[in-house]
């Protein structure tokens, strides 16, 4: 047994004080009348005997009854599982989860609640002079302190449903870091949440030595839940008056079929689409939207299902840009190409912009969706810099070589984008062999592709390297030759053609696949922004160039919430910082003084939305020997705490024993009667004194 207050122990020398009481006391006497003498030793010997025992006895009482009082204040207990240095001030870590599966209901209310509830019982078994950390989704600063229990009750009634979620190993981490800094402290954590699956990849925990983790888990239901998970547009490039098409995937996250699911699609306010699905239990199911009448300018999406009774994540937000124009930059050896101009003067959608090798403007790179590079013989380093650049950041770029080019110079330049390079001139008439109908370029062009199509005509080409980057040829000549290849590199795309646009090689610019392969090229180009980002996941949001100055500040508003973020320029982009500032989902303008730059959609981490949790079993297998996991049952978790970490608690024990004893006394002094009556011949003439 030990003692959480040892020194209280001194106050065992007020045991003397009922021991003089004891020997001190004075007592009264009486006369008492006898006839005769003789049987006066006996009396006396008989009433001594039993006044005797009956004070000692009182003694006794009085005694042990003070014993266990002190011994009560001195707090006895057995050591527990976690007690080493009990006596030392304590400081506990208790994360609160109050993330958006914490909203639901179960029998004491909502999951929150009973966390709030089972946090303010952690800290009431520990002593007033122990500290407490009280931590949450949010990983706030403010929350990066050691509390008095009534600071960390106060903040334990502020917490409110958070966007964030973390996983326990990100948690555990960030609890020690402060707990860290606290030396010689006795350091314990406290874990309280419903512990989805999503909050653990299944791994053992890292845990520091000397920290003691406890799992405090709360019962939950598991509710049908479906949810919309992600959505993306099948058009890359969005014109005015065009119909879209748009997928939507749905997961459903319960064990039973969901059917008859209502969704409705809602562009700038206005009911786009309407269908009702059926999902099985666990799937997800790709469904697609179609609509149209879309104006130029940012588009707010919006996609609504009805599903209860979880319902955080029933909204899905995306946004995008339908262009009035599409900007296309022509690079030319000064000389502008009639066939690429003619192709983008067809159609008003493409506004053409003919530029020198020599007179490329490098900022302005980032505006151009497609860039096409034709009839240059050599590409300057300065020029191969920048376009790698510019593909690395989702730029498309397609090279039609020089009739003469300098191979090793297009060499070094393509090389360096993973794309194939101009070997050698090989002649032969030829013609092109196959399409592959496979590659998004070719989607939607053909209604039905006939058996003997008319390909392109070939006199002369160039040879093209073998690659090491991903190869999608969109034609190839007999033996597997490429004719045009595109290759991925970076976020971008780049296309190269084994011949020039020039008609001593090849018929390819007369020929009717020419224009509608160029358009299909430009509109499967360009670097938009994504239709959404996720809340907690998206910290760093990579947009367009935006220039500002210290009096231009770009704003994220949402109705009248407003966030400055933290902008970076680099060679090619805008980066924004947001970190944790937004904590509503929606659409939110990103705004220059008052101009709308652009709007960026943000929705919840759908990994709250799988309502699966781990059973006390699996946790104790995810935690180390010397933690646990505490079940949080009906009643307080109050002793449970005490028991794991202060070990078995004896001082209501000596309460209990001291007040047994002093009622012990009590019916000593009332019932015990040491005068017993004896039958004697008295003579009232004879005082006899005897005690009283």
């Known amino acids: 047994m030990h003692f959480l207050y040892p020194a209280f122990l001194f106050a065992l020398l007020s045991l003397a004080i009922p021991v003089l009481v004891h020997l001190f006391n004075f007592r009264r006497y009486q006369k008492v009348y006898f006839s005769n003498v003789q049987f006066l030793k006996e009396i006396q010997e008989q009433q001594s005997s039993r006044r005797n025992l009956k004070e000692r006895l009182i003694l006794a009482s009085r005694l042990l009854a003070l014993f266990f009082l002190v011994l009560a204040f001195t707090r006895p207990y057995i050591s527990g599982q976690h007690t080493a240095n009990a006596g030392t001030q304590r400081a506990i870590s208790v994360f609160l989860d109050n993330s958006y599966s914490m909203e639901t209901l179960n029998r004491e209310g909502s999951l929150l609640d009973e966390a709030k509830r ?72 406290y874990i309280v949440s419903d512990f989805q699956k999503n909050i653990t990849n299944d791994q053992p925990l890292k845990i520091d030595t000397g920290t003691h983790v406890n799992l405090i888990q709360l019962s939950a239901n598991t509710p049908a839940n479906v949810a919309v998970d992600s959505v993306w547009l099948l058009s890359a490039i969005h014109r005015p008056g065009e119909s879209e098409k748009m997928v939507v995937k749905l997961h459903n996250y319960a064990g039973e079929n969901s059917t008859k699911i209502p969704l409705k699609l809602l562009i700038n306010g206005e009911q786009k689409a309407l269908g009702g699905f059926v999902i099985n239990a666990r799937a997800t199911q790709n469904d697609t939207l179609a609509f149209s009448g879309l104006k130029p300018g940012w588009q707010r999406g919006e996609i609504t299902l009805q599903d209860n009774p979880v319902t955080f994540d029933n909204q899905f937000y995306f946004s995008f840009n339908v262009k009035q124009q599409m900007p296309v930059l022509l690079i030319n050896n000064g000389t502008a190409n009639l066939f690429l101009k003619a192709v983008f003067n067809t159609d008003q959608f493409f506004v053409p912009n003919n530029v020198p090798d020599g007179n490329v403007d490098y900022a302005g790179l980032s505006t151009y969706p497609l860039i096409v590079m034709s009839d240059v013989r050599a590409v300057s380093a300065g020029l191969s810099q920048q376009l790698k650049t510019y593909v690395s950041k989702g730029g498309t770029l397609a090279v039609f070589p020089a009739a003469d080019p300098d191979m090793v110079n297009y060499k070094s330049f393509l090389e360096q984008m993973g794309a194939a390079y101009p070997e050698k001139v090989i002649t032969g008439n030829e ?95 360009g670097h938009d922004q994504p239709l959404f980002y996720s809340l907690g996941h998206d910290e760093t949001i990579e947009t367009t160039p935006i220039q500002t100055s210290e009096k231009q500040l770009l704003k994220l508003i949402k109705g009248n919430k407003s966030v400055i973020p933290d902008v970076r320029q680099q060679e090619g982009s805008t980066l924004l910082y947001v970190s944790d500032q937004l904590q509503e989902t929606g659409l939110y303008d990103l705004k220059k003084q008052d101009s709308i730059v652009s709007v960026m959609a943000f929705n919840d981490n759908r990994s709250e939305s799988d309502m699966t949790y781990y059973t006390p079993a ?54 015990y009667k040491a005068d017993k009556p004896v039958l004697l011949q008295t003579d009232e003439s004879t005082p006899i004194h005897t005690l009283g």
């Not at 002593?127 to 509390?147: A, C, I, P, V």
């Not at 080409?461 to 033996?479: I, R």
């Not at 780049?494 to 430009?522: C, G, K, Q, T, W």
């Not at 070990?647 to 009590?666: M, N, P, R």
Request: hydrophobic share 40%; aromatic share 8%.
């Open 431 to 525: 013609k092109v062999s196959a399409l592959n109908l496979q590659n998004p370029v070719f989607k939607n062009i053909f209604e039905d592709f006939p058996t003997n199509p008319d390909l392109p005509v070939v006199k002369k080409y160039f040879q093209l390297s073998t690659s090491s980057g991903s190869n999608e040829n969109l034609m190839q000549l007999p033996g597997g030759q490429a004719f045009w290849a595109g290759y991925s590199s970076g976020k971008g795309k780049v296309y190269v053609s084994a011949v020039p646009l020039n008609e001593d090689f090849s018929n390819l610019p007369h020929h009717a696949l020419f224009v509608p392969i160029m358009f299909r090229i430009a509109l499967l180009s």
């Open 618 to 671: 699996e946790l104790d297998k995810i935690v180390p020997h010397e933690s646990g996991v505490i079940e949080a049952g009906k009643g307080s978790i109050k002793d449970a705490v005490s028991r794991t970490n202060l070990g078995v608690q004896l001082w209501k024990l000596c309460i209990i024993l001291s007040l047994i004893f002093l009622a012990a006394e009590i019916l000593l002094i009332r019932y």
């Open 118 to 189: 089972r946090a303010k019982e952690i800290a009431s078994a520990y002593s007033m002079n122990d500290r407490f950390q009280l931590l949450t989704q949010d990983f706030e600063g403010k929350h990066q302190r050691l509390l008095t229990r009534e600071d960390f009750n106060d903040a334990v009634d502020a917490v409110k449903i958070s966007p964030q979620s973390r996983n326990l190993q990100q948690i555990i981490n960030r609890q020690q870091n402060l707990l860290g800094m606290q030396p010689g402290a006795n350091r314990t954590i």
